[in-house]
């Protein structure tokens, strides 16, 4: 699977609330396919399978077999790996932008004389 595909995948995972939702819930410690199902009471068992099964494809989601139980571990390096590609260069292009836009206005707020040169 190429990079490209890998993100695609990725994003599709984030892309839906209750695959978010368990991401949630497994953030602080695995969690059984059960607990999970009792917890989204809203969703049946065959969903949720359906939207672990999604998680498992984009890398988020490490299962682990013992004996007729199946525990979710999350593997959040997916999501480092998305925050070190997309977010952190997005983000630090924004903040330069904001710090660009608020020099520019401190130097419109500056004083002028009737000539046009500043005051200060």
């Known amino acids: ?17 209750a695959r978010r939702r368990i991401l949630d819930l497994i953030k602080d410690g695995p969690k059984t396919t059960g607990a999970l199902c009792d917890t989204l009471a809203d969703l049946d068992r065959c969903t949720v399978m359906q939207h672990l099964s999604v998680l498992e494809k984009a890398g988020l989601l490490v299962v682990e077999r013992r004996g007729r139980e199946r ?7 997916p999501i480092h790996d998305l925050q070190t590609r997309w977010i952190g260069p997005y983000a630090a292009y924004a903040i330069a932008m904001l710090g660009d836009m608020e020099k520019l206005a401190e130097t419109d707020a500056l004083p002028t004389s009737t000539d046009g040169t500043s005051n200060v």
């Open 1 to 17: 699977m190429s990079n490209e595909e890998k993100h695609d995948a990725l994003f599709k995972a984030l892309g839906h609330r």
């Open 71 to 77: 525990w979710n571990h999350l593997d959040a390096l």
